[in-house]
């Protein structure tokens, strides 16, 4: 997983139709439909950990089937869960505004030659900002077993659905 990226991706590729790919992963779902951590909505599928092993940080698999230039492959996305996810995006738009509302205030109090404090409420969201994304980064190295046994689990699906 490389530092920037928020949400680590892969692909597996495929040796059959989209078509196909979703029929036995639907099929499979139906065989194993107690199971709450592995759900599937047609061409798109979720694979989450059980509730008694989450932490703050704890990732959820989404993946979709894809058919491009005659190639079919599986594209599978690791994020946090969507009460965390959401809280950071949030946190996210709520510093970028700040950080606006600074810098229109800078400019005003500039503008009529005020001491420019303003620009204090600018600086101060954007290092928050940089904290949040420095905490989100931390927080998935702090996760990465987790994401490996998603990872292996989505595998073993893959295997047991007979998806080549």
């Not at 599937?40 to 599928?45: K, P, T, V, W």
């Not at 491009?68 to 009460?83: L, Q, T």
């Not at 959401?86 to 400019?107: D, K, N, S």
Request: glycine share 4%; hydrophobic share 50%.
């Amino acid at each position: 997983m490389a530092w920037f990226k928020l949400r680590p991706t892969f692909r597996i590729p495929l040796n059959e139709t989209r078509d196909s790919a979703i029929k036995k992963l639907n099929d499979y779902h139906a065989q194993v439909e107690s199971s709450a951590e592995f759900l599937m909505f047609g061409e798109y599928g979720e694979l989450h950990l059980p509730t008694i092993e989450h932490r703050l940080w704890s990732p959820h698999l989404s993946f979709y089937v894809f058919e491009k230039d005659e190639e079919c492959y599986i594209f599978g996305r690791f994020a946090p869960r969507v009460d965390v996810w959401t809280t950071v995006w949030i946190a996210y738009l709520a510093l970028i505004f700040l950080a606006f509302f600074g810098a229109m205030l800078a400019i005003s109090q500039f503008m009529l030659g005020s001491y420019v404090w303003g620009i204090w409420v600018m600086v101060g969201a954007f290092v928050a900002l940089a904290a949040v994304y420095a905490v989100a980064h931390i927080g998935q190295q702090w996760s990465a077993d987790q994401m490996q046994k998603l990872r292996d689990c989505f595998e073993e699906i893959v295997l047991r659905a007979n998806i080549k």
